[in-house]
């Protein structure tokens, strides 16, 4: 009786230390997800590890685990999370989709991204769960240039209503990049109207606005975009002040010697964004790079280019870290980001006018 009496309270003693385990896990993932929410990935990283202590086979601690790695920038290290979490349970849907973004930016692994997706479709019960593994489907094939199969995707998204802010904008944003300003235009003004701090939101409304001739509409849309931009600031894993002029400085030497002459010499200035009196001109918002300080060319006025001086080099140059970063999407992809965006800057500023102004005879 005594040994019998003995095991049955060693039992329960171990369903008591259980019960109290799985309330601590539990305390700690819900800890972790809130900490994500404020942007305190290390806070959210410990509370994840806190719970794999815990529970080591747990799919929700390695896929939290995986979103916060991704919110820090470390693309390959946020997948390996979310492999481990697919591996303990194959129908974890949000694993997969999360995945799939991380395979799109910053990975640009959109094969991968593809397979996701499909994965995550073969899973999908509800329109909510189709409705994200499809608009990831699409950005992945956009990725790739597939525009038809991307169009064929599109067409097979549930047509709503949209009662989430976030697929309102997600579908209308596919609508405009695949031309459909029309189809596009009611979804995401809708998508601005529910949730008035949506910053992607308001950025597409002031291209929308724009692609309609609507100058004022598109600069107060575009000034909202700014201001909710630097509201949320740079991403947790974007370098301090002084590793951003360093990667600039690189960026430069990693120029075409022909296009770096224009550049020659130039101050560099880093901030943010575009300034508010920049962006009340017609500056995008989310550009990576401006020229200016413009030289011109010689002190003749050109007969051929009808008496106009051309510039030969920006005394100036101006690198916006947080549009770098959410482009980058992680701090290795910086520096290439910083040269791509130089290239086309350069080369829209001085090569083509040029191109354009030289006479067809020339030309040939």
Request: contains cysteine; proline residues 6%; negative net charge.
């Amino acid at each position: 009786m005594g040994g019998a009496g003995f095991y049955l309270v060693d039992a329960s003693v171990r369903h008591d230390k259980s019960i109290a385990e799985m309330d601590q896990f539990s305390a700690h993932l819900d800890r972790g997800w809130e900490l994500v929410q404020r942007g305190d990935t290390r806070g959210a990283a410990a509370s994840a590890r806190r719970a794999l202590e815990l529970d080591p086979n747990s799919p929700e601690a390695h896929n939290l685990l995986g979103f916060v790695a991704a919110m820090e920038g470390e693309g390959e290290e946020a997948i390996e999370a979310y492999q481990q979490a697919i591996a303990l349970d194959e129908t974890y849907l949000e694993a997969m989709l999360n995945a799939a973004e991380v395979f799109i930016s910053p990975l640009g692994d959109f094969d991968q991204a593809i397979r996701m997706c499909d994965q995550a479709l073969d899973l999908a019960e509800v329109d909510e769960e189709v409705i994200d593994a499809l608009l990831l489907k699409f950005d992945a094939l956009m990725g790739k240039n597939a525009r038809d199969e991307a169009k064929k995707v599109l067409d097979q998204v549930p047509p709503g209503p949209y009662e989430n802010p976030g697929h309102l904008f997600l579908v209308g944003r596919a609508f405009y990049e695949m031309g459909d300003v029309e189809r596009a235009s009611g979804l995401i003004e809708a998508a601005a109207d529910k949730d008035p701090r949506h910053p992607e939101a308001h950025y597409y409304l002031g291209l929308l606005r724009d692609e309609v001739g609507d100058t004022r509409g598109a600069t107060v849309a575009f000034m909202r975009s700014r201001e909710l931009d630097l509201l949320q600031g740079v991403p947790p894993w974007s370098p301090p002040r002084e590793q951003w002029e360093k990667a600039a400085q690189a960026s430069f030497s990693q120029l075409n010697p022909l296009l770096h002459e224009y550049v020659n010499g130039a101050d560099v200035f880093i901030s943010d964004v575009p300034g508010v009196e920049l962006v009340a001109e017609g500056v995008d918002p989310r550009a990576l790079v401006i020229l200016d300080g413009f030289e011109a060319d010689g002190e003749v006025e050109n007969p051929e280019w009808d008496g106009r001086k051309t510039p030969s080099k920006a005394s100036r140059v101006f690198i916006y870290a947080l549009n770098v970063a959410r482009q980058a999407g992680q701090t290795t992809a910086i520096e290439p980001e910083i040269v791509s965006a130089l290239e086309r800057e350069i080369s829209a500023t001085f090569l083509e006018p040029e191109q354009q102004e030289r006479p067809e005879s020339e030309l040939n």
